[in-house]
């Protein structure tokens, strides 16, 4: 048994109790109306225990609801940064449940906005799928971002022409600018239809 000696508020949705038996224990608003917690109030162990666990994961709530205020992430992301934060790994996947239950956390959402934002800096769908999978977004979510993925022909025509120093390119040269495409997610056969469009337009240009 364990009784409630002091119940301070210590910021709009905090609170600090403290117990005679020495424990002192931060806890949230949403605890102490559903606990119904006052100076006072005598706990039994289990009781005690009880309130411990619904301030602890309260709380882990309130961190994750600062977190994706911040910055967009995945549930993995919130999931595994709660995790850092020193989280219990069953209160960080429940906060992050929480918050994909009020859709505050929409993990189709965020994989399109990836798709976009990488798209806009010029990363073809393979850069962008490695992306997807770092921030842990599930796979089966993958095939409707992607549909938001512009028509990739031009960018990859203007990076190409960007890496390129002339028109009419060595073997080298032009081996160098396939790897660099490459290494922004575009596929062997982008690649080669940009090249060969390159020299189409060399040709009609210049009659290289």
Not at 8 to 34: H, Y
Not at 56 to 76: D, F, T
Not at 80 to 92: T, V
């Amino acid at each position: 048994m364990a009784i409630l000696t002091e119940l301070k508020q210590t910021g709009p949705e905090a609170f600090l109790a403290r117990f005679d038996n020495g424990e002192t224990l931060r806890t949230t608003l949403s605890v102490v109306t559903e606990h119904a917690l006052y100076s006072g109030r005598a706990l039994d162990d289990a009781e005690l225990q009880a309130v411990r666990g619904a301030s602890a994961l309260s709380r882990c709530k309130q961190r994750a609801l600062r977190i994706i205020g911040a910055r967009a992430m995945s549930e993995k992301e919130l999931t595994d940064r709660l995790k850092e934060k020193g989280e219990s790994p069953e209160n960080a996947e429940a906060a992050a449940a929480w918050l994909t239950e009020l859709r505050l956390l929409d993990d189709a959402q965020y994989a399109a906005m990836c798709v976009r934002h990488y798209a806009a800096k010029g990363y073809g769908a393979g850069r962008i799928r490695n992306e997807l999978y770092r921030r842990g977004i599930a796979r089966d979510l993958w095939d409707d971002a992607l549909q938001e993925l512009p028509e990739q022909e031009d960018q990859i025509d203007r990076l190409l022409r960007r890496r390129l120093k002339s028109d009419a390119p060595d073997r080298d040269e032009l081996r160098r600018a396939a790897d660099y495409l490459y290494r922004r997610g575009f596929g062997r056969d982008e690649i080669r239809a940009a090249i060969e469009r390159f020299r189409e337009e060399a040709e009609d240009a210049y009659g290289i």
